[in-house]
């Protein structure tokens, strides 16, 4: 069974940095392109990040550019997305999703996703 399992959410303070981990069971995650997206009550879903399969090409929002960075580890099957300077308008849930797909962009359409994790930026 293909699963997609979050962690590494919490409180933080503005200006400080969380990492977040997206491990697979079921499958490796090599071959699948992952996405990174957030959501807060009220709003959609939204898009943060993704990271191809074939040459591990990336895509960020223009609002995390510059502070969030999609990274993959092969070999414990799990991608992270580290997030630095952090901002209260960050705080949301955070999903990672998978898609078997060479590339991945922000139109891309997953398949199977996690339960999510809570980011809170709060001072």
């Known amino acids: 069974q293909l699963q997609l399992m979050e962690s590494g959410g919490g409180l933080v303070q503005p200006g400080g940095s969380l990492r977040l981990s997206c491990a697979a069971s079921?499958?490796?995650?090599?071959?699948?392109?992952i996405g990174w997206f957030r959501q807060v009550p009220g709003k959609l879903r939204e898009p943060v990040s993704c990271i191809s399969s074939t040459d591990g090409s990336t895509y960020y929002a223009d609002s995390v550019k510059g502070r969030f960075t999609i990274a993959r580890d092969n070999a414990k099957n799990t991608v992270y997305l580290q997030m630095d300077s952090l901002k209260p308008e960050d705080t949301a849930v955070y999903y990672c999703a998978a898609e078997d797909v060479d590339y991945c962009s922000e139109l891309t359409v997953y398949d199977y996703w996690g339960q999510g994790t809570q980011v809170t930026v709060s001072s």
């Open positions: 079921g499958f490796t995650l090599d071959s699948y392109a």
